[in-house]
């Protein structure tokens, strides 16, 4: 495959790559990540991605060796070395190498490593199966608007959803005044239409700022579709005419099924589909430029 991985400004083959066993990513889960889509060979919305990290970083109190705009020409550069045209970067940062030890180390420099890895075409918007949901007790940290590498009760949330049929696990919360509240997936986020409105939890403990789900805000403005953040209860959202997810790597997927119901009339509905095709609309303007990338 000759994959190749930039880590700590050396670019190297993927295959013999080494990270140290006392890295803090490997040992604590002490890092945060990105997952960047790219389009022919071109980023999407690399500065938010980049911007979204140093948020991360910061709330995990770890300074980034490097800024967002020399991170991003390191990236744009790597790129042009990569064969992958369509698909993703990974990009992790961890606290480093350093003696094992629950208290920061000092003078230890991040490792941040980034690889590109092809992914499989899309079907076009409101096209293939809808989505299958399945619903799971929410039991991550409380600081989910943290892109954390310790991704273990994501990781178990899915394979519960997988091992009951589904495709992603929906996190669900009892709220003293509310209920029962959905926040997210645990690889995206999660939007019901109901009445032409899209509703969705707004980022903060429980909902990661995504992404695709800040350029859906947009084009839902710029597409005359109402989009409103406040908390989602499961009755409403189990009944709602239309639910959607999205991630960087899935874009819009509908929801056909949720814990085994059929949601709305069983396909990808107008709002839906609408949405999908607007944010399709934007990767040419939304993807960064390769020109000048030294
Ligand atoms: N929520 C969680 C928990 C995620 O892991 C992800 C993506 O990995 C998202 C939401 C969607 O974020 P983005 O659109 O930036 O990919």
Known sequence: MNELVWINGDVSPLADAKVGVEDRGYQFADGVYEVIRLYDGRPFTLREHLERLEKSSA????????????????????????????GMIYLQATRGCSARNHVFPKNCPPTVLFYARHLSPLPAPGEGPGARLHTVPDERWKRCWVKSIALLANVLAK????????????????????????????????????GGRVVTAPVGPKVLPGITRLVLAQVAKQSGVEFVE?????????????????????????????????????????????????????????TSSLVGAA
Do not use: Y
């Not at 109190?61 to 045209?85: D, G, H, N, Y």
């Not at 509240?181 to 999660?190: D, G, R, Y």
């Open 159 to 194: 394979n519960e959803a997988v091992e009951a049929g589904a495709d992603e696990a929906v996190f669900v919360e009892d709220d003293p005044k509310l209920g029962r509240i959905v926040s997210e997936c645990s690889a995206s986020n999660l939007f019901v239409v109901k």
């Open 230 to 286: 406040r908390p989602v209860r499961l009755d409403e959202a189990l009944a709602a005419d239309e639910v959607f997810i999205t991630s960087t790597t899935r874009e819009i997927s509908w929801v056909g099924t949720w814990d085994g119901k059929t949601v709305g009339n069983g396909r990808c509905g107008p709002v839906t589909l609408r949405l999908h095709q607007a944010l399709r609309e934007r990767i040419p303007s939304e």
């Open 59 to 86: 709330g995990i109190r770890m300074a980034l060796p490097m800024s967002v705009a020399a991170l991003s020409a390191e990236i744009l550069q790597f790129v042009t070395r990569t064969k992958v045209r369509d």
